[in-house]
């Protein structure tokens, strides 16, 4: 599960934000194909990647329309706060 997705954006500001993952395997916020992007004085608490930095084409996956395949520019993170909780579960 993806809960913030900066997919082909240009000139964004995310601030201040509390992004709480409800479950194993969440990502707090994924950038795809997204140029001069800031994120800070943030907290991500998720069971996956916190932010995950990617280029990437949908379309072969069955989306006609998902294409983020641009590059990836000019990324910043500041200030940002970052919890990893694992869902534990035994080996069967």
Do not use: Y
């Amino acid at each position: 599960m993806l809960d913030i997705v900066l997919g082909i954006c240009d000139n964004v500001k995310v601030n201040n934000v509390k992004q709480l993952g409800s479950q194993g395997s969440t990502d707090g916020a994924d950038i795809a194909g997204s140029k001069n992007i800031l994120i800070e004085n943030c907290f991500f608490r998720n069971g996956d990647d916190c932010i995950a930095i990617k280029s990437l084409d949908l379309r072969s996956h069955g989306s006609a329309t998902l294409d983020f395949s641009q590059d990836v520019e000019n990324v910043e993170i500041r200030g940002c706060s970052f919890l990893l909780i694992w869902e534990v579960r035994p080996w069967k």
